[in-house]
């Protein structure tokens, strides 16, 4: 590799670096203002669909509009199911499938024209077959890391909740056995929950304010299962929902609910432990083992090679 080459690779090196660095800096707040915004007020718990974003935010969705119009999907995007995943991922904002579908694009766009910018700048050779290859490749995988990204949100967001839902079951049903009644216990259940679980809380404060603005008992419920996505809190939901319609006691069904969800808690938690050994077993093979191998038998075949091999030879 010439000097002329290197220096190309280190820019694009270093110019990708910065602008992830500017990036994340803009989107995600550090630990001192998240501090300072607890102090001023609290976070805010509720993020509202029409809140105002800050001036950059505009700025970008403002660029971004003519490039998520290639990706937009044709049909309605109320009955789109991947406004049901952005939902899931806990995305409200209506700015949000715009920076989506224009990330797509770009992304498709970008990764090719980059290969094919440094690929032309480096005078790389391949022939026209390896070329269109990789460039089919890199727009792919542009075009669906965006995917990726959303459903490991949509991940981790169902995992926090699949964990501290038992939790919060146990705090509704010391508050309905307590005398409140099941509105007053899923509001009391979203406040308590704030420190523990942002996101449980957020989803049981949804539900009060669903109830609070004339909602039915049975829609929000319905509503909360819809935006979680699990399917243990539809089945939470079908249970109450027939217990309120039957008459049934509350507390002894969340009671039960609840302590079914800690049993499924533990008992995944017992099959990571049980995989726990086969997972290792690649690592210590490839890479403990051969280390712990020449860390030992090193030496011997060192002197091995210095006083048998010559040995031999004058022999």
């Known amino acids: 590799m010439s000097s002329m080459q290197l ?33 001023m007020g609290g976070e805010k718990i509720i993020r509202n669909v029409d809140e105002e974003s800050p001036p950059w935010v505009q700025k970008v969705v403002k660029l971004a509009g003519p490039l998520a119009k290639l990706s937009l999907p044709e049909e309605d995007w109320q009955d789109s199911p991947i ?56 727009a792919a995988a542009g075009y669906y890391l965006p995917n990726l990204i959303l459903s490991r949100l949509v991940y981790v967001r169902q995992r926090e909740l699949f964990e501290n839902f038992p939790d919060a079951l146990d705090l509704m049903t010391v508050c309905v056995e307590a005398g409140l009644g099941m509105d007053a216990a899923i509001a009391r259940v979203g406040e308590e929950m704030a420190i523990t679980s942002p996101v449980t809380s957020e989803e049981f404060r949804l539900v009060g304010l669903e109830l609070r603005a004339g909602a039915s008992r049975e829609q929000a419920l319905r509503n909360l299962a819809l935006r979680t996505g699990l399917e243990d809190i539809d089945s939470l939901v ?78």
């Not at 406004?83 to 995305?91: D, E, Q, S, T, V």
């Not at 700015?95 to 480096?122: C, D, M, Q, R």
């Open 7 to 39: 220096v190309i690779l280190l820019i694009i090196f270093f110019a990708v670096l910065a602008t992830a660095y500017i990036v994340m800096n803009a989107l995600v707040p550090g630990a001192a203002q998240r501090r300072l915004q607890k102090v």
């Open 83 to 138: 406004r049901l995943r952005f939902i899931n991922a806990g995305y409200r904002n209506r700015n949000a499938p715009i920076v989506y579908f224009a990330a797509k694009t770009l992304l498709a766009l970008s990764l090719p024209a980059l290969y094919l910018l440094g690929k032309g700048l480096g005078g790389f050779e391949a022939n026209f077959v390896h070329t269109l290859l990789t460039v089919l490749v890199l």
């Open 238 to 315: 079908a249970m109450l929902v027939q217990a309120d319609r039957f008459g049934t006691s509350v507390a002894d069904s969340l009671r039960v609910h609840s302590e079914g969800l800690r049993t499924k808690r533990r008992l995944i938690a017992e099959e990571k432990a049980a995989k726990l050994a086969v997972k290792l077993l690649f690592p210590l093979i490839f890479t403990i083992f051969p280390s712990m191998l020449l860390v030992l038998l090193g030496p011997a075949f060192i002197s091995i090679y210095r006083t048998l091999l010559p040995a031999m030879g004058g022999q």
